[in-house]
């Protein structure tokens, strides 16, 4: 069965410092999130993503997040400054269409010292 | 905005008992869907079961139910012969329409013992 991957699956970095989380979204979806969660709590919405532009995007997701489909199979999310509070779970989803369900990657945990 | 509320932190059940678990939201919408997602310790989002407003029925999936009160605005999940593999964290979702973010309620932790 096809599935959203998600690479790496821990990422540690140092406040400051630029991170780019990495997703393949299942081959024939076409709609692509990201979402965090900070340990303990809700699953937040960042950024939703279509044809090649971003669709919506929270008030979390300001000018340090940035999105990316590179090369048509990758989705990547950069974080341009990482700060303490940055570190959360970050998951990425994927959706076929209008009427679809979203399917979530693993996750890659983002630890900032 | 749309809101989702899970008023209920931690539910404990006993295997092979029934259990549900309450979620309300906030909407203006008439066009949109309901989820339920399960988040084992591995914090992997595996959806659940899920509910389009427009339809009167009430989602199933195997053991698991929903009762879904549109003028109420109330979603809650039954699991039925509750089961180990059933301890996880639940989280309630909400969906404008068919193609845009999912609203998340704060989850219900939910534990089963023997």
């Known amino acids: 069965e096809p599935e959203v991957t998600q690479t790496p699956s821990h990422q540690v970095t140092q406040m400051g410092q630029e991170v780019i989380l990495r997703c393949v979204p299942i081959?024939?979806?076409?709609?692509f999130y990201w979402y965090r969660q900070i340990l303990g709590q809700k699953v937040e919405f960042l950024v939703s993503?279509?044809?090649?532009?971003?669709?919506?995007k929270s008030e979390i997701f300001d000018d340090q997040f940035s999105v990316e489909r590179p090369d048509g199979s990758n989705f990547t999310l950069k974080i341009r400054s990482t700060k303490l509070e940055d570190s959360a779970m970050y998951f990425c989803?994927?959706?076929?269409?209008?009427?679809?369900?979203?399917?979530f990657g693993p996750g890659t945990r983002l630890t900032v010292t | 905005a749309q809101t989702v509320t899970q008023s209920q932190p931690e539910m404990s059940v006993q295997e092979a008992e029934t259990v549900t678990l309450s979620c309300t939201y906030d909407t203006s919408e008439s066009d949109y869907y309901l989820f339920w997602y399960k988040q084992p310790p591995s914090r992997q989002m595996i959806l659940v079961i899920r509910q389009e407003a427009y339809k009167q029925q009430n989602a199933t999936e195997n053991r698991f139910s929903v009762n879904f009160q549109k003028a109420a605005k109330s979603f809650s999940l039954k699991i039925s012969d509750s089961q180990l593999g059933d301890a996880a964290m639940y989280f309630c979702?909400?969906?404008?329409?068919?193609?845009?973010?999912?609203?998340f309620g704060t989850g219900t932790r939910l534990q089963v013992t023997l």
């Open positions: 993503f279509y044809n090649n532009e971003i669709s919506e």
């Open positions: 081959s024939n979806h076409l709609y």
């Open positions: 989803a994927s959706l076929q269409g209008e009427d679809y369900e979203q399917y």
């Open positions: 979702a909400y969906r404008r329409g068919t193609a845009s973010k999912l609203t």
